[in-house]
């Protein structure tokens, strides 16, 4: 069993910085891809990133590239989304994800545990 806990979400303006942080605890030792979705009211979820355990790959959504980076610190069992250039079509709220396996997965169906989520709003 794995809880992530997802904090550093609020309010900014158009063109500001946010530093998300999803910390784990449980069996992490099992979760081999830990992602970020975000789900924007009424629409669908969408995925954001994803960082592999060991080896440190990245995959982004083309909508952060350039502008998005997530990182993953082991020894704290915590992972990053590091936001810049922020823009108003950011807004959501965004959830830390977790798998056992190494392949990166888009797809939420594909991850096993859940945050609750936190709050991103970017105002114009």
């Known amino acids: 069993q794995v809880q992530l806990v997802e904090s550093g979400g609020g309010l900014v303006q158009a063109g500001g910085s946010l530093r998300l942080s999803c910390a784990a605890s449980?069996?992490?030792?099992?979760?081999?891809?830990m992602a970020w979705f975000r789900q924007a009211p009424g629409k669908e979820r969408e995925f954001v990133a994803a960082?592999?355990?060991?080896?440190?790959?990245?995959y982004y959504a083309d909508s952060v590239k350039g502008r998005f980076t997530i990182s993953r610190d082991n020894a704290k069992n915590t992972v990053y989304l590091q936001m810049n250039s922020l823009k108003p079509e950011d807004t959501a709220v965004y959830s830390c994800a977790a798998r056992s396996g190494f392949i990166v997965k888009v797809e939420g169906a594909s991850y096993d545990y859940w945050g609750q989520g936190t709050q991103v709003t970017v105002s114009s």
């Open positions: 449980g069996r992490t030792v099992s979760s081999s891809t």
């Open positions: 960082i592999t355990r060991n080896e440190g790959y990245a």
